[in-house]
């Protein structure tokens, strides 16, 4: 296994079929995952198109995430941590922590998305897409609205992804610790992930 230090973030390649483990090493940590065509970064798994896909507003074991081509590009394969994901609230970035009331910088998961793909030698496209926000749980009513609760996803929870084509995917341990976003105790954690390899 390898850490992921709370409030950083890393890209990772994986070839078709290989398999990423992300474990909820203290529990309640929401992880911001995105997936980029290794060969294409305008190519990218897409929140809307999913929903289109899927049906759903969210995505569940069995699920996969296609692209802005309605392409599949990863699968949820494993999932320990009670199914509880978003697919609708944006990455945290300076200008949300500012709303809450942080006057000078605080790290976000826009910058690390930046910072993580730039460390690989990728360079993006300038806008950020949609994450799936694992482990986030974002109840929406009857009505539309939506709400930010902490998570159910316990100490050593786990989801599994598939790469169903070759591609980087970004993680990000999400820095906020102003809502409830990583629980209660708004306490940003590490997470831990592993690569497996196709065989
Ligand atoms: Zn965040």
């Not at 992880?31 to 290794?38: K, Q, R």
């Not at 507003?57 to 941590?81: F, H, Y």
């Given at each position: ?6 409030r950083?973030?890393?890209?990772i390649?994986?070839a078709?079929k ?44 069995g ?29 945290c ?47 929406v ?13 316990g100490?050593g929870?786990?989801?599994r ?35 497996v390899?196709?065989?």
């Amino acid at each position: 296994m390898t850490e992921l230090a709370a409030r950083t973030g890393v890209a990772i390649h994986l070839a078709t079929k290989d398999e990423l483990v992300v474990t909820n090493t203290y529990g309640q940590q929401v992880v911001d995952t995105w997936a980029l065509a290794a060969d294409d970064v305008s190519r990218f798994a897409s929140a809307s198109h999913t929903w289109m896909s899927t049906g759903r507003l969210t995505v569940r074991l069995g699920d996969e995430l296609v692209d802005t081509t309605r392409t599949p590009m990863l699968a949820i394969v494993g999932d320990t941590s009670g199914g509880r994901h978003d697919l609708l609230i944006p990455s945290c970035d300076v200008v949300r922590y500012r709303q809450l009331g942080v006057p000078g910088y605080h790290d976000n998961c826009r910058d690390n998305y930046f910072a993580a793909l730039s460390a690989a030698d990728i360079e993006p496209l300038p806008v950020v897409p949609q994450p799936l926000n694992l482990f986030m749980r974002v109840p929406v009513a009857a009505d539309g609205s939506i709400g930010i609760e902490p998570p159910v996803a316990g100490p050593g929870a786990q989801v599994r992804l598939r790469a169903l084509q070759d591609v980087v995917v970004v993680l990000s341990a999400c820095p906020q610790d102003i809502a409830p976003t990583n629980g209660l105790g708004a306490t940003p954690r590490p997470v831990e992930y592993d690569v497996v390899r196709a065989p």
